[in-house]
């Protein structure tokens, strides 16, 4: 299995695990990563040809990003826009990415228990991230429970170490991950 992992972080040199995760993806087998604000920079432009070549030769596609203002960064959304064009991803004869399968895997300042409508947020992990769903169902991929960190800024080292491994399985594991 062929895995493409998109990480969208503004400052990728700046953070405390999505960079950690960034390296050991980059070094596992069969997984090509792309940090999408070096290859889009500031202007965030991206080429459609380029980065639909490396969807088709994918089977599965990883989303990586923090989580803030209940959503991803810019950089994800105008790489969704100018790659995910009709043709190709949806609309007649754009049926590229049907049978690929998406994951996200995402780091979330805040405790898991925030995430509730009795809680600070409102709202669920699974509802903030309908969004994504949505998207991989209007392609036809197939779209995998996420894989989330919460409580990502904190200094617990041994916890940090121990997901390094499990991003590394959830990108790259055949069959349904169960990481929710």
Same mark, same amino acid.
């Given at each position: 299995m062929k895995t493409l992992v998109l990480t969208a972080h503004p400052d *990728?040199? #700046?953070?405390?695990?999505?960079?950690l995760w960034y390296e050991a993806l980059s070094d596992?087998?069969?997984?090509? &990563?792309?940090? !999408?604000?070096?290859? /889009? /920079?500031?202007?965030?432009?991206?080429? @459609?040809t380029e980065e639909q070549a490396l969807l088709r030769q +994918?089977?599965?596609i990883i989303m990586q990003f923090p989580f803030y203002w209940y959503s991803s960064p810019p950089v994800l959304?105008?790489?969704?826009?100018?790659? !995910?064009?009709? $043709?190709?991803?949806y /609309?007649? %004869?754009g %049926?590229?990415?049907? $049978?690929?399968?998406? $994951? *996200?895997?995402?780091? &979330?300042g805040g405790p898991e228990t925030s995430y509730s409508e009795a809680s600070y947020n409102n709202f669920t992990m699974k509802e903030f991230l #309908? @969004?994504?769903?949505? &998207?991989? #169902?209007m392609v036809g991929l197939r779209y995998l429970p996420p894989f989330v960190m919460? %409580?990502? *800024?904190?200094?617990? !080292? &041994?916890?940090?170490?121990?997901? !390094?491994? +499990?991003v590394v399985e959830y990108a790259t594991k055949s069959e349904k991950p169960e990481y929710a």
């Open positions: *990728l040199s #700046t953070s405390s695990i999505n960079r596992a087998e069969n997984v090509v &990563t792309r940090d !999408l604000m070096a290859i /889009g /920079g500031p202007e965030m432009r991206f080429d @459609p +994918a089977d599965r959304k105008a790489w969704l826009d100018q790659v !995910l064009l009709e $043709g190709f991803a /609309g007649p %004869s %049926s590229q990415l049907a $049978g690929k399968e998406l $994951g *996200l895997i995402i780091s &979330t #309908t @969004p994504f769903q949505q &998207t991989a #169902t919460h %409580s990502a *800024l904190s200094n617990d !080292l &041994t916890r940090r170490k121990a997901s !390094l491994q +499990a």
